[in-house]
Structure formats: structure tokens, C-alpha cells
């Protein structure tokens, strides 16, 4: 069982779910329903394969993946999140070019190499073992293959969480997301960045968001 910021405990799966079934906005999604900036920005130059997404949500960039011609594996804890995706990928012709996998990421294991792996704001009030699955991540980076790790770079407003809050996960630099992934020789840095990102919220006012970028390729 997982210590969640309201001061209860709840089990990671059991915490998802209730999110995805219960805070959903006026646009019937828990989050924007866009693609995140970053992905596109990182992704979009490079020529479509293989890919897979950890903690995919509602499936917005696996969407956006499958749309550009990549062949996409999602995977998330939530199957309402992962059923919301789906019906999408069905209405945009989409559905042979994902597989929506329902999995605990703290559990899993890759069986397969992958173009390009994903894992875009993978943060959890509750526990979730983030390090880890990241390394396991890399290791199902095909060779000429890329991680790409997306995260927040401070506390977004309303998150329930501040920098001085001692029961808030930490968050990583990209710095710090590279020295935990403890890539061998024949992994290069191509992106290693702070973005910042103007998002507007629900009450129609425009905070600054700041992101981490972390791009690696496994050489091949
Ligand atoms: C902050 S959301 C980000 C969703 C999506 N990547 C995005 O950018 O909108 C974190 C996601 O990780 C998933 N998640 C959290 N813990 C997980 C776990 N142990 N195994 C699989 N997915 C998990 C949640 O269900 C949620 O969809």
C-alpha cells in the first residue's frame, strides 16, 4: 500500500483508477487530450518504428505516435485510461497501429526491443518505483534506438505538492533521470534540457510550467 498526499493509503492501481473514473474535465479527459510539446519536438524528426509508452494515460501521445506511422505499444496501470485511448484510436482508424497493454510498470518486464521508448510526465502521488522501471525502460531500446523521458521540472500548481513538502516525490533533473538510468558505454545524450511550457488551466489562467528532457540513443 502506497501513502497518498491526502494522508491515506492507497495501492497505486486502486488510486489510478479512481482518477480516471472520477476527474475527468468538461472534455471527458483527466488531461489535456494533446499530445505533450516535448514529444513532438523530440520525436518528429525521426523516422517512425517500433514504440513504446510507459504510463500512457488516455493515450494522447501514443495517438499522435500511431498517426505519424509508428507501430505503438502502450502501456498503463489504468485500463479506464487505457479504454478512453482506445475508442480514440478506433474513431481515428488507428486501432491496428496500438496495443493497449493494462500492466503494473513496477512488475513489468520488457519482452521486446523498441525504435523508440517513451515514458512523458510518469510521476505518481503514490508509490511508484520510477528509477527502476526507467532502467528497465533502456533496456528495451533496440540498438539505433532512443529513451525519451519527460518529466516535470518543478511542482505544477494544484498538484498537491510543493518544494517543501517532505511526502512529494522528488523530482529529477535530467541530469539526475541520466545518472539513475546507469547507461552503459554506446549511449549518447542528445537531449538534455529544462523547457518551459505556458499551459492554460481549467479557470482559463496561463501558469509556466517547466519540463525535463532526457534524450538518449542506444548506438547501433
Ligand atoms: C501523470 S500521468 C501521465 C500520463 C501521460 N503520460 C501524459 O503525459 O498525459 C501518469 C500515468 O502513469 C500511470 N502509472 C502510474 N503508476 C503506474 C504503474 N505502476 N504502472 C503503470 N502505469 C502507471 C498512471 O495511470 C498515469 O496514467
Sequence with gaps: MAHSTDGTFTAPAEFWEARYLTNRGESGHVWSGRVNAAVVHEVIG?????ALELGSGEGADA???AARGWTVTAIDISATALAVGAAKATRDGLADRIDWVQADLSTWHPSAEFDLVTAAFLHSPVELAREEILRRAASAVAPGGRL???GHGAF???SGHSEHDCDAPPLPTPDEVLTSLRLPDGWVVETNALVDRPVTGRDGKTVNLIDTVLRVRREG
Excluded at 46 to 50: E, I, K, R, S, W
Aim: aromatic share 8%.
Design 46 to 50: 525521426l523516422t517512425p518504428g517500433t
Design 63 to 65: 495517438l499522435w505516435l
Design 148 to 150: 525519451l523521458v519527460v
Design 156 to 158: 505544477p500548481p494544484k
